[in-house]
């Protein structure tokens, strides 16, 4: 079993900043790409932000020069620094990360987290 534990979220004002982490535990093999979505009221859940093991990035244009997304594969977490937050960027946040077992790969999904961006 491996579990995914998220934290970081909140009420921040806009143009204020957050630091969103997900760290995976349990009977970890290997964890390849990582990311961050949201998902706000009545919207699809949407990719904020991805990171291969290799280093490889890719973010929504919605939140590219605000957001970094960063992993520690030592401690098999990924982190979302999220800076000059918008009221649009108010959503439940989860990270999926692509697990490895030695023979096949799975995509585990966090909790969620709740984003809240006051104007």
């Known amino acids: 079993q491996i579990q995914l534990v998220e934290s970081g979220g909140g009420l921040v004002q806009a143009g204020g900043s957050l630091r969103l982490s997900c760290a995976a535990s349990?009977?970890?093999?290997?964890?390849?790409?990582m990311g961050w979505y949201r998902q706000a009221p009545g919207k699809q859940r949407e990719e904020v932000a991805y990171l291969t093991r290799g280093g490889s990035t890719n973010y929504a244009d919605s939140v590219k020069g605000r957001f970094t997304i960063s992993r520690d594969n030592a401690k098999d977490t990924v982190y979302l620094q999220m800076n000059s937050l918008k009221p649009e960027d108010t959503a439940v946040y989860y990270c999926?990360?692509?697990?490895?077992?030695?023979?096949?790969?799975?995509?585990?999904w966090g909790q969620g987290t709740q984003v809240t961006v006051s104007s």
């Open positions: 999926k990360v692509g697990h490895y077992s030695g023979t096949y790969t799975r995509d585990l």
């Open positions: 349990g009977s970890i093999f290997r964890i390849n790409g």
